[in-house]
């Protein structure tokens, strides 16, 4: 099977479970869990809004509203949205993403770290312990790809750039999607965005 076909398998696959998530949510609770192993909180709050309302996320809600994609967070979705803290976000050349001359370096950013469809950690895993160690793409909206590995027990994203982050934290299943919590960037900012 080639990487190709493994990709668009995976992907198929993932677009059922995301379907199946767009549903009216009942059963929810009890039938994701984290990564942790306890039941994942589902919310009825969108990503926009959830990414507002987190302490943890209030650099990135800050760039998501400056790159004028926000309203697509707010809409039905579903997307997954890989969300770094906001440590990720500084760079010491002292650039700022909210500035609205970086608009469009903020929109790619996005771009980079949202996928389509409402993808759990644990479809994830499941995709990436399929693929026998080959690790699995996904692209994302900015139409990069995203390349799914295990690194011992953690779930590791690479972007082709070589930008890489754990899956860390517990996510956050929303009514119009899922946020999963990355530790770094998947981009690496230029040194006018940093």
């Known amino acids: 099977m080639t990487m190709r076909t493994l990709t668009r398998c995976t992907l198929a696959a993932l677009a059922v479970v995301a379907l199946a998530g767009c549903g009216d949510g009942a059963g929810k609770a009890g039938a994701e869990k984290s990564a942790a192993g306890a039941p994942a909180e ?21 760039v998501l509203a400056n790159s004028g994609l926000e309203a697509a967070l707010e809409g039905v979705g579903p997307y997954t949205v890989l969300a770094p803290p906001d440590s990720a976000l500084t760079g010491p050349a002292g650039g700022d ?59 590791v994203a690479t972007a082709p750039d070589g930008a890489s982050a754990r899956l860390t934290g517990r996510e956050s299943l929303v009514s119009n999607g899922v946020v999963q919590p990355i530790e770094g960037l998947l981009v690496k900012l230029s040194p006018a965005a940093e």
Do not use: C, W
């Open 42 to 62: 589902v919310s009825n709050k969108t990503l926009a809004a959830t990414l507002q309302a987190d302490r943890a996320y209030g650099g990135l809600a800050k």
């Open 97 to 155: 993403l909210t500035d609205p001359a970086m608009k469009a370096e903020g929109a790619a950013l996005m771009r980079a770290h949202i996928l389509p469809g409402a993808i759990t950690r644990a479809d994830i895993a499941a995709a990436v312990d399929g693929a026998a160690g080959k690790g699995v793409q996904l692209r994302t909206m900015g139409g990069g790809m995203l390349t799914f590995t295990r690194n011992g027990q953690d779930l």
